[in-house]
């Protein structure tokens, strides 16, 4: 699973001691995309650009668009500090907690937060919840549940055909232009020539403002370009070719 090295399940009795104090996002410091629910969409257009990929089986899910180079994450500092006034997509918010499939409350015992000497505790001594623990139940089960909603959303993108592939054509200011494929997005003129009822529907759902939202945060594509080529003056990179956009975001639906 992405950004999870060792998930355990929380148990009552080997983690009864374990405390967590706050880490930074240095976990999704060399991811280039995130996965991103729909009820984010709005909030996030405003940026990085939002586009859709496949994660597997012909699954299609949004994802926020954070670098334009694999394991480049253009938002987080070199202390794992996401930068000020940006969204944090729930998927990075949620680390380093996670629900298994069967709904079972894990965590990744590899998170360098965790200790049994300082921070907050996950538990009371009579081995109840603590409110923290409470509230990161609380957003994974949140999550899980606008994870569901954002399904039903791509699914009526794609019964309507409103999604197309898109290309990527990234020109650096040193190395040789690349590529990143794997992207889909909404296509305008198929959007405008839905019937009234169609838009209709996706507007009663909250839907249309989700759409519109996603077409105007590719805009933000130039502005990858820009940080990208700011961080390449500071510390070259190799050129590479990144084919799949969605190889970083594997994990959407791990949950």
């Known amino acids: ?16 001691r374990l405390r967590v104090r706050e ?44 670098g334009l180079r694999a394991g480049q ?5 070199a202390d794992g500090g996401w930068e000020d006034g940006r969204h944090i997509p729930a998927f990075v918010r949620r680390y380093p907690f996670v629900l298994s499939g069967d709904m079972t409350v894990c965590i990744d015992e590899h998170f360098p937060g965790f200790s049994t000497e300082s921070g907050e505790p996950l538990f009371l001594p009579d081995g109840t919840n603590t409110p923290l623990l409470d509230h990161a139940i609380s ?34 200011e040193a190395g040789e232009p690349y590529r990143l494929d ?7 003129e198929r959007l405008g020539a839905l ?37 390449a003056r500071v510390a070259p990179t190799p050129t590479d070719t990144l084919t799949e956009a969605a190889a970083a975001t594997d994990a959407a639906k791990e949950d």
């Open 73 to 77: 994450n253009l938002f987080v500092d």
């Open 139 to 172: 957003f994974l089960q949140g999550f899980h549940e606008a994870v569901a909603q954002t399904d039903a959303f791509v699914a009526r993108l794609n019964d309507l055909n409103l999604l197309m592939p898109v290309t990527l054509n990234v020109v650096p």
């Open 23 to 66: 880490a930074g996002f240095g976990h999704a410091a060399r991811t280039n995309s995130s996965p991103l629910l729909g009820a984010e969409i709005v909030p996030a257009s405003r940026s990085f650009p939002i586009l859709f990929v496949d994660i597997g089986g012909g699954q299609l899910f949004p994802i926020a668009l954070l």
């Open 182 to 188: 794997g992207l889909r997005m909404v296509d305008g």
């Open 195 to 231: 019937d009234g009822a169609a838009v209709l529907r996706l507007f009663r759902a909250g839907e249309m403002a989700w759409i519109h939202a996603h077409l105007a945060s590719l805009a933000g594509i130039e502005d990858l370009n820009r940080r990208s080529n700011a961080r």
């Open 1 to 16: 699973m992405m950004f999870y090295e060792r998930p355990v399940p929380l148990d009552r009795d080997s983690h009864a």
